[in-house]
């Protein structure tokens, strides 16, 4: 496949990527009633104390290791391969 090709799929499988991120939760929430959502929103939360903070780290830790994980395939990429 050339170059072309190449960046054609990237682009094809970023762009049909975005649209099901975007066009999946729309149709979930489109199928629910309209109520459910407005009492959903005005209804109290409990707080959680502590909880908060180990989701954030949780994030945080995952999100580190995805960048980890781009940053050894790019600098893989700059290597001639092994024979």
């Given at each position: 496949?050339?170059?072309?090709g190449?960046?054609?799929a990237r682009?094809?499988?970023l762009l049909?990527?975005?649209a ?12 629910s ?7 959903e929103?005005?209804?109290?939360r409990?707080?959680?104390?502590v909880?908060?903070f ?6 945080l830790f995952v999100v580190?290791i995805?960048?980890l994980?781009?940053l050894?395939?790019v600098r893989?990429?700059g290597?001639p391969?092994r024979?």
């Amino acid at each position: 496949m050339g170059s072309r090709g190449t960046w054609w799929a990237r682009l094809g499988g970023l762009l049909g990527g975005v649209a099901l991120a975007v066009v999946v939760p729309v149709a979930a929430w489109a199928s629910s009633g309209p109520g459910q959502l407005v009492l959903e929103v005005a209804r109290p939360r409990p707080r959680r104390g502590v909880g908060g903070f180990f989701a954030a780290l949780c994030c945080l830790f995952v999100v580190g290791i995805v960048v980890l994980l781009v940053l050894l395939v790019v600098r893989r990429r700059g290597r001639p391969p092994r024979r």
